[in-house]
């Protein structure tokens, strides 16, 4: 088998040594998933996010990336593996026009001029950001920023793209297109870790999740059935999604009460309609067409 | 009840980048009116200017920003250009996504006592106004902590507890809940409910978050293309599915749900929440 993308083996790590901030956390991410890291404000995802691109080093354990140690390799050598959007996208924003915030970090890489000015072109394309390659970064829109950020993220085509709260404080149709972006980017083989309070987003894209509680690990498993635990998410402070909920609560009747998403939910539930008409009609034994099935527990 | 803040027919434009240019209006044509103890929610995309209409309210635009303001925006029969900011600071209390951006002190309490020093108020009252405001937001005992090693969500509701200890009657929620965790944002948003009710204090909340915005909101605006494109009850709005997208907006996944049996289905549902869209269905599997 080949090597996880990521893989923490025990790791530690505590801020001016005052306060742990993850405590012997391992864990390891295949290549070519799309995983979500979650848990409350202060239970350590960014920090492990930021272990994954050697940022911060853990003072217990080790991280390798695609199979290599990274304790003695620099930020910027992780960093052609690793792309990172941080949180904030003033953090990562400071060149003087959107076409050298891209091409800088192109530049880095040592690519030849060529390949350089042909890639920065080709993401200003796909993020239909052409119009603004010579205006300042920093005097356009909250949503054209992240845009900016997540362009010159891509445009190194990284094999591991490590998202902090990518979507946050933006639109429906901007958090789409964003996401689009990286969708792309995961099609082409690229592992996807993701730290995010979007439950949506979780359910929608990825397909394991792990979910940290005051810096330990404390749940890790298939997107669909970590979502359809409130116990699970409880412990985190995290509610089920609406359709997670909603199938739930539908349970007794039949459904399944793991839907993920708004069709997932619809196509389960028009099939149950559909046999429990049928069975109602030829009046078959088993089911009771007039309540909940029997063995799905009580209406309330 | 007579509305408590009056904005009619205003047009902004921020200053401009150089002194030959000049930058596209953000708010142009605006009318809107919020009531004492009313809760509007204030929708619209990334860059519609709703911060920016916030900032109007306490004055900031037009009185320290500049730029090309027309029309006007009265709080409590005041006209905010007339006022000065720091004078409306004391009725219009402003909270912003990132609550690092408005702490500064070294302990909880020096960080709300702030506002109420500087009104200077006798000794006793200050005390007060801050054990009061530390028990809104829920964050008493906090109190003696420094507001730099609080988690981003204890941090948010410090930053709601200052901006109360002024006792403002209207309270400004610009995206308050973006970045916390599901237990943060539900805290912070009964806080100001508990306001809202006792205090009769009226709530203009910007959010993307739109699974909450019943919780709170009465009432829901869209800020589109530089006005107010929709308005009206939650309820009246969130179920204006196509008009929503149009705008780029997202909807409450009920709403989502609703109008997907809608259009497949030629039904009329329109959930709000999971409890509306259960009793509907299990009516249905019933039959």
């Not at chain 1, 960093?79 to 959107?98: C, E, M, T």
């Not at chain 1, 946050?168 to 689009?180: N, P, R």
């Amino acid at each position: 088998m080949s090597d996880p993308a990521i893989e923490l083996r025990s790791c530690s790590y505590t801020y001016d040594g005052l306060v742990p901030a993850l405590r012997d956390v391992s864990c390891s991410i295949e290549a070519g998933s799309w995983v979500a890291l979650i848990g409350e404000n202060g239970s350590g995802k960014s920090t492990l996010g930021k272990l994954c691109n050697g940022l911060l080093r853990p003072q217990h354990g080790r991280v390798r990336i695609m199979g290599e140690n990274i304790q003695d390799r620099s930020v910027g050598e992780v960093a052609r593996q690793v792309g990172y959007l941080f949180q904030n996208p003033d953090h990562q924003i400071f060149a003087s026009a959107v076409r050298d915030e891209i091409t800088f970090d192109l530049r880095k890489l040592g690519l030849p001029r060529s390949e350089v000015e042909r890639r920065v072109e080709e993401v200003l394309a796909q993020f239909d950001l052409t119009a603004y390659a010579d205006r300042p970064p920093a005097v356009l829109g909250y949503g054209l920023r992240r845009q900016v950020t997540l362009a010159s993220v891509l445009a190194r085509r990284p094999s591991i793209l490590i998202l902090d709260e990518p979507t946050t404080g933006l639109d429906w149709e901007t958090s789409h297109a964003l996401l689009d972006h990286v969708c792309r980017q995961h099609g082409s083989g690229s592992t996807v870790l993701v730290i995010t309070h979007d439950m949506r987003l979780v359910a929608e894209r990825t397909t394991r999740v792990l979910m940290l509680h005051r810096g330990t690990l404390v749940a890790d498993g298939p997107t669909r059935e970590l979502l359809a635990q409130p116990e699970v998410l409880a412990s985190a402070s995290i509610s089920p999604l609406p359709v997670t909920r909603l199938s739930q609560e539908l349970r007794p009747w039949g459904m399944k009460g793991q839907s993920l998403t708004i069709d997932e939910f619809y196509r389960e539930y028009m099939a149950l309609l559909a046999e429990r008409l049928a069975d109602g009609l030829s009046g078959r034994a088993g089911h009771a067409p007039s309540g909940p099935v029997s063995d799905g527990g009580s209406l309330d | 009840m007579a509305p408590f803040i009056t904005i009619d027919n205003l047009y902004y434009a921020y200053p401009p980048l150089n002194p030959t240019g000049e930058r596209p209006a953000v708010l142009n044509g605006v009318s809107l009116s919020v009531t004492e103890g009313e809760c509007l929610a204030l929708l619209g995309r990334t860059g519609a200017g709703k911060s920016t209409l916030c900032l109007t309210l306490n004055g900031i635009i037009p009185q320290l920003m500049g730029g090309t303001f027309r029309g006007q925006v009265r709080v409590a029969g005041l006209n905010t250009q007339d006022v000065a900011p720091g004078e409306l600071s004391q009725m219009v209390g402003l909270l912003f996504q990132d609550p690092e951006s408005q702490l500064f002190s070294m302990t909880v309490e020096d960080e709300v006592a702030f506002g109420p020093e500087s009104l200077a108020l006798p000794p006793g009252e200050i005390d007060l106004r801050i054990t009061q405001a530390l028990e809104l937001a829920g964050v008493e005992g906090l109190r003696s902590r420094s507001p730099l090693n609080l988690s981003g969500g204890e941090k948010q509701r410090v930053a709601l507890a200052a901006v109360l200890a002024m006792r403002p009657k209207v309270l400004v929620l610009d995206e308050p809940t973006a970045s916390l965790d599901p237990a943060g944002k539900r805290s912070l948003l009964e806080a100001a409910n508990r306001l809202q009710a006792e205090r009769g204090t009226a709530v203009v909340w910007v959010t993307q978050d739109l699974d909450q915005l019943p919780l709170l909101a009465d009432r829901v605006a869209v800020l589109h293309d530089g006005r107010i494109a929709l308005q009206g009850g939650v309820r009246d709005i969130l179920t204006r599915t196509e008009d929503l997208r149009r705008m780029g907006l997202g909807l409450p996944q009920m709403t989502e749900l609703a109008a997907c049996f809608n259009a497949a289905r030629d039904t009329r549902h329109a959930w709000l929440t999971v409890e509306e869209a259960a009793r509907a269905l299990q009516e249905e599997l019933n039959v």
